[in-house]
């Protein structure tokens, strides 16, 4: 009888000793996998920074001769500059959105989460003070805002392929609640 109980005691132990060393390695993994996107991050980074300093220094350079020479262009050549000035702006702005979504990879889920989070709590508070003084359509419009909001956000994480996290607040809980509630 008190060898069974040793077994048992034993095999518990070992169980337990398993789960907590394979707790140990994911969450190793999963810092691993993090801190090699941010790294990533940090690369493309710097190839958008160098792309946006060469097209700064040809806009410069196209510059050069100020306005007295655009008056002087034939229409020919002034659309040509105009489209140039397009082109550059749209890939400017593109390599800014870029730079964001890098950005964003170095913040990491959760400073993002916790910023999202106290955007949302605040508007959830104010829904619910709408339900408390029975302006029911202002809540149902604020708490299509916050589903909508959730979307996006959800939408955004997604697309930088941040990991989940366990305990993850929001999940489209925005939709009107009774007075009362939380």
Do not use: H
């Amino acid at each position: 009888m008190k060898k069974a109980i040793w077994l048992t005691l034993v095999g518990v132990v070992l169980v337990c000793t398993v789960a907590v060393v394979a707790q140990q390695e994911q969450a190793r993994q999963g810092f691993t996998r993090m801190r090699e996107m941010q790294q990533q991050a940090m690369t493309a980074l710097q190839e958008d920074l160098d792309k946006m300093k060469a097209s700064q220094e040809e806009a410069a350079k196209a510059m050069q001769g100020g306005m007295q020479s655009f008056q002087n262009m034939s229409e020919e050549e002034r659309t040509k500059m105009r489209e140039d000035f397009t082109k550059r702006r749209e890939t400017t702005q593109a390599l800014l959105a870029d730079m964001e979504a890098q950005i964003a990879k170095l913040k990491g889920r959760r400073q993002l989460q916790t910023a999202f989070d106290e955007g949302q709590n605040e508007l959830k508070a104010i829904r619910d003070l709408a339900n408390e003084e029975k302006a029911t359509k202002t809540a149902e419009r604020l708490g299509q805002y916050i589903d909508k909001n959730q979307a996006k956000y959800d939408e955004m994480i997604k697309k930088l392929g941040l990991p989940e996290f366990p305990g993850r607040m929001g999940g489209g809980q925005g939709g009107p609640r009774p007075a009362g509630q939380q």
